[in-house]
């Protein structure tokens, strides 16, 4: 569920991207 990533990230919760991207 990564769109993009970094601006994914700042968009949504930070924490929850970086658990998703790891």
Request: hydrophobic share 30%.
């Amino acid at each position: 569920m990564v769109r993009g990533g970094n601006g994914s990230r700042k968009r949504k919760g930070d924490r929850f991207e970086l658990a998703v991207v790891k």
